[in-house]
């Protein structure tokens, strides 16, 4: 294996269906071997290794595995980059973008369409802004909601913008929340938050943690788990 690395000197890239995709290197005190993965939005190949793992023979593991990973970029839903006459989904539901000059740069609400003026260069950004914004006032909404009904102060929310996790509360102070989640249905947004906001009393998932959270969220947690198992990777298609 060394004496092959001399000779090759493989970089920290990857040609995958046509596609050169860069390999990210993440270190992580826990782990106890290489794993590997594709970025949601397939951006990336993604390779966690232990501490003591040299970084030549990581990125010459990602490279042994380029059927698998060519395999796996393929399974991501097509990149579909919101542009005028394309559909935006928020809630679980598709809403089509109606870019006209006449229109504020601003995206606007109307019906089943989402009207936007401005420069089309920079449309994708605004949407994605405007998105954000969106997804910041529902996740108060429900934390609140969630909050009230496990009898908790209210902590404060933020967004994030993580590849993997759709949400965490790590230091039981602030709950942190996937943006992306604006396009889900409702259910399966409000199942996330309702299961932060247990997070804040069990820092597990113990049984008690499954207790609490049968309890403060309404709906069918299974049913918005599979969800997001089945789809979770399509919300990562609109925006890279």
């Not at 966690?48 to 010459?60: G, K, N």
């Not at 598709?94 to 989402?114: F, N, T, V, Y």
């Not at 260069?121 to 998105?131: D, F, H, N, P, V």
């Not at 969630?146 to 902590?155: F, I, S």
Request: with cysteine.
């Amino acid at each position: 294996m060394i004496d092959w690395l001399r000779k090759e000197r493989l970089e920290p890239e990857i040609e995958l269906g046509g596609r050169i995709l860069p390999i990210e290197l993440k270190r992580h005190a826990r782990a106890r071997r290489l794993t590997l993965r594709i970025a949601p939005d397939g951006s990336a190949v993604k390779l966690t290794l232990p501490q003591w793992a040299r970084s030549a023979e990581a990125i010459a593991f990602a490279h042994a595995k380029s059927d698998w990973l060519a395999n796996q970029l393929a399974k991501l839903p097509e990149r579909k980059t919101p542009q005028p006459g394309s559909t935006l989904h928020l809630h679980g539901q598709p809403h089509a973008i109606e870019w006209d000059e006449a229109h504020p740069r601003k995206p606007q609400l109307d019906g089943s369409s989402i009207l936007v003026g401005g420069p089309l260069s920079s449309l994708e950004a605004r949407l994605r802004r405007w998105c954000e914004v969106l997804a910041l006032q529902a996740f108060e909404q429900d934390a609140a909601h969630y909050c009230a009904a496990a009898d908790l102060k209210l902590v404060p929310v933020a967004l994030s913008r993580a590849q993997r996790r759709w949400g965490s509360c790590s230091d039981q102070q602030r709950i942190r929340l996937n943006w992306r989640l604006i396009q889900a249905p409702d259910f399966v947004r409000r199942s996330v938050v309702a299961h932060e906001v247990t997070h804040l009393v069990h820092f597990d998932h113990s049984p008690a943690f499954h207790a609490m959270l049968a309890r403060i969220f309404e709906g069918e947690v299974a049913e918005a788990d599979r969800w997001l198992k089945r789809h979770g990777r399509s919300l990562y298609s609109s925006f890279g």
